[in-house]
């Protein structure tokens, strides 16, 4: 069946963050895809993905994108608390805006600490505690994926340039609490019918790492991964197909971290 007739999403309303391109993007056009109404957040303006979505012509599929600050809890709020009264349901998040420094202990400073852990695990906790309560425990159903990295899992993906560092311990320290913040909500929202996983990729083709040369060659799978890849684990697991699975972390990484 080809993507387009893919139904399993029609009638969710779903919240990608961090939208405005590369991963997010491509998770974003993927629900909607699959029948799901998106709503973009982003620092960004992400008009081009909601042009890409309609784009699509699934005439049935609603799109809009916000300016929004994952971390600023008021705003984040009264967003999701809009797109309910508007929507009337919120049945996926996706978590997948992210910064990432690549800098050494030594250069990593408090700025640099801040801005990744701000935005990469307050962010995420801002954006669920928001979902949960009230929306999706009201609905007693829900489905959240919050995107990690490789990173948090081997502690700093290398950057295969010696003049390039791996990435930066604040990043590392994020997605790792990433991983284990997806299992703790996930035991929190089980008994409420809310499923919680994480996908953690490895290198993917986005601006975010566009100057970095991995070291593709060293790969099980030797290319660099694209952000449909992620998109399509991402589209699973908010799939009801994947209703009996929740608390994992899925690897994309073409076998890169292979443990
Ligand atoms: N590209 C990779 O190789 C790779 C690997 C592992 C994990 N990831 C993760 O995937 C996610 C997407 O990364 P990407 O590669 O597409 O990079 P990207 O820079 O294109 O995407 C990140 C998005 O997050 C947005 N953002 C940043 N801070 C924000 C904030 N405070 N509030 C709202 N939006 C904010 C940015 O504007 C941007 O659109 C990130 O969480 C990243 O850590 C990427």
Redesign the pocket.
């Known amino acids: 069946m080809s993507k387009k007739m893919r139904q399993e999403l029609g009638g969710k309303v779903s919240v990608v963050?961090?939208?405005?391109?590369?991963?997010?993007r491509a998770i974003a056009i993927e629900l909607a895809s699959r029948g799901s109404d998106v709503l973009v957040?982003?620092?960004?303006d992400s008009s081009e993905t909601v042009a890409a979505i309609d784009g699509l012509g699934r005439g049935s599929v609603r799109s809009r994108s916000e300016i929004?600050?994952?971390?600023d809890r008021t705003a984040v709020q009264v967003s999701l608390d809009r797109l309910v009264a508007d929507w009337g349901s919120l049945d996926i998040l996706v978590n997948?805006?992210?910064?990432?420094a690549r800098v050494s202990l030594e250069h990593t400073t408090d700025e640099i600490w801040d801005q990744d852990i701000d935005?990469?695990l307050k962010?995420v906790f801002l954006m669920t505690q928001s979902a949960v309560y009230p929306h999706m425990v009201a609905a007693g159903s829900g489905a959240i994926v919050n995107?990690s990295?490789?990173?948090g899992i081997i502690g700093g993906a290398p950057s295969g340039d010696s003049r390039i560092a791996r990435s930066g311990p604040a990043y590392a320290a994020s997605?790792g609490g990433i991983i284990a913040f997806t299992r703790w909500v996930a035991k929190e929202v089980g008994p409420l019918g809310i499923t919680c996983n994480s996908v953690a990729?490895?290198?993917?083709a986005?601006?975010?790492?566009a100057s970095v040369a991995y070291p593709i060659d060293a790969q099980p799978i030797q290319r660099i991964?694209l952000?449909e890849d992620v998109a399509e684990a991402v589209a699973f697991l908010v799939s009801p197909g994947a209703s009996y699975i929740t608390g994992e972390t899925l690897k994309v990484c073409g076998g890169s971290a292979i443990s």
């Open positions: 963050t961090g939208a405005s391109g590369g991963i997010g957040l982003d620092v960004n929004l600050d994952i971390r997948n805006a992210g910064t990432g935005t990469n962010g995107i990295s490789v990173s997605k990729p490895g290198p993917v986005t601006r975010l790492t991964g952000p």
